[in-house]
């Protein structure tokens, strides 16, 4: 099992910047995958930015590429998307994600990121 509780959200305005964190406790050692996910009422949740464990590989949606940056702590205990230059669409509910080596995954609860104009 895995825990996840992420903080960060808030208000911010179009241009400006906002960090998310997410707190991950539990079994970490069979963790292979994390990131953040985003959604916006009727519409999907979207991949927005994963990192892998081991290799520190790093992907990122089309839409925040060159904006947004993902970033883990060495012993994994915390994972940051560092937001910058948001603009309106980037408004949503933000969601930490794992994904096991045996494909289970887990999800925290959402912090919400609302940008104005």
């Known amino acids: 099992q895995v825990q996840l509780v992420e903080s960060g959200g808030g208000l911010v305005q179009a241009g400006g910047s906002l960090n998310l964190s997410c707190a991950l406790s539990?079994?970490?050692?069979?963790?292979?995958?994390m990131g953040w996910f985003r959604q916006t009422p009727g519409k999907q949740r979207e991949m927005v930015a994963t990192i892998q464990k081991n290799v520190e590989f790093k992907k990122y949606a089309d839409s925040v590429r060159g904006r947004f940056a993902i970033s883990r702590a060495s012993n994994w205990q915390t994972v940051d998307l560092q937001m910058d230059s948001v603009k309106l669409e980037d408004s949503g509910t933000y969601y930490c994600n794992v994904r096991m080596y045996d494909g289970v995954e887990y999800w925290g609860r959402g912090t919400r990121v609302t940008v104005t104009s």
């Open positions: 539990g079994n970490l050692l069979r963790v292979n995958i």
